[in-house]
């Protein structure tokens, strides 16, 4: 099945000069969407994944069926602020100025193997700043894994080391 043309490019969202890929057409098709989860699963079929950690918004869309495939567990990354009990944050840079994304202190333990699930995977300084936050807890990131990745922004450059897989490369 062809993933990419349930991808929808929409010029000039949110701002000029972006073209924002979207996914809800990929989301609304029974098939890709079951084709999405289940190729996303497959490389991490036996890994011993403890716990999938996702950032919002779309993180969300993803990380919980592939929980739910690979049998492990959810974990939500939130902007600062929205999550209710004791939290550690990390900064990261945005294309003008800086955002903290947040996890309760004990989503993972010492020692849990993590797979970090989003949507696209563009800068790559999103999923550089869940992985401080699962080092800084002492667990063990061992992967990303991304619908899409838009290699032409050179995302691993932030990413060395780290196993990464995506669906769909632009
Ligand atoms: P980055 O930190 O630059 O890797 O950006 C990653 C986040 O921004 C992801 O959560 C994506 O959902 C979103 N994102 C960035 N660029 C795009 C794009 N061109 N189309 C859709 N989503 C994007």
Same mark, same amino acid.
């Given at each position: ?11 000039? &969202?949110?701002?000029q000069?972006?073209? &924002? ?14 084709? *999405? ?11 011993q994944?403890?716990?999938?950690? *996702?950032?919002? @918004?779309?993180?969300?869309?993803f990380?919980? /069926? ?5 049998? =492990? ?7 600062k602020?929205?999550?209710p $009990?004791k939290?550690?944050?990390e900064? !990261?840079?945005?294309? $003008? ?9 004990? *989503? ?8 970090? #699930? ?8 999103? *999923?550089?700043?869940? =992985? ?6 002492? /667990?063990k990131? #061992?992967g990303? =894994? &991304?619908?899409?990745?838009? @290699?032409?922004?050179?995302? !691993?450059?932030?990413?060395?080391? !780290?196993?990464?897989? @995506?669906?769909?490369?632009?």
């Open positions: 099945m062809n993933l990419k043309k349930l991808i929808r490019d929409v010029p000039d &969202f949110p701002k000069g972006i073209i &924002f890929k979207d996914i809800t057409p990929l989301l609304g098709n029974a098939k890709g969407f079951k084709a *999405a989860i289940n190729n996303m699963a497959k490389k991490y079929k036996g890994k994944i403890n716990k999938i950690v *996702a950032m919002e @918004s779309r993180g969300f869309i990380g919980p /069926a592939l929980a739910l495939k690979l049998g =492990c567990g959810f974990v939500p990354i939130r902007k602020g929205k999550l $009990y939290t550690i944050k900064e !990261y840079q945005l294309e $003008y100025g800086t955002d903290i994304l947040e996890i309760h202190e004990d *989503a993972v333990k010492p020692g849990e193997n993590i797979l970090i #699930v989003d949507d696209v995977l563009a800068t790559g300084g999103t *999923a550089k700043a869940v =992985c401080s936050l699962i080092t800084k807890l002492d /667990a990131v #061992v990303l =894994c &991304f619908l899409i990745e838009l @290699s032409f922004l050179n995302p !691993y450059e932030k990413l060395k080391g !780290y196993e990464i897989t @995506s669906l769909i490369k632009y």
